[in-house]
């Protein structure tokens, strides 16, 4: 079965940075999309970015400048680089990918940016 596995979640201060991880694994080809969703206490999940499988790029306004998404396609593997967090981040951030019709979503790692 397909499965997504993040990791790279923790504690942080205001302006530190994390790297979150997220492999895919029991396929044998690439996945088409990626991407980074987050849900704060309190408030819906939203998309924080998202990538292609060519390497096309989009993120929330919110996250611009300060967040940086990437993937290894031989290791089926996506990456947010967060600089310059703000307790705003707050959240737990889930993977998520796309491969053919059907979607799939990580366990979720938690982020807190806390001083």
């Known amino acids: 079965q397909v499965r997504l596995v993040e990791s790279g979640g923790g504690l942080v201060q205001p302006g530190g940075s994390l790297r979150l991880s997220c492999a895919a694994s029991?396929?044998?080809?690439?996945?088409?999309?990626m991407g980074w969703y987050r849900q704060a206490p309190g408030k819906q999940r939203e998309l924080v970015a998202v990538?292609?499988?060519?390497?096309?790029?989009n993120y929330v306004n919110s996250v611009k400048g300060r967040f940086t998404i990437s993937r290894d396609n031989d290791k089926n593997t996506v990456y947010l680089q967060m600089n310059s967090l703000k307790p705003e981040d707050t959240a737990v951030y889930y993977c998520?990918?796309?491969?053919?019709?059907?979607?799939?979503w990580g366990q979720g790692t938690q982020v807190t940016v806390s001083s």
């Open positions: 029991g396929i044998i080809d690439s996945m088409d999309t």
């Open positions: 998520n990918a796309d491969r053919l019709l059907y979607h799939y």
């Open positions: 990538i292609t499988r060519g390497g096309s790029t």
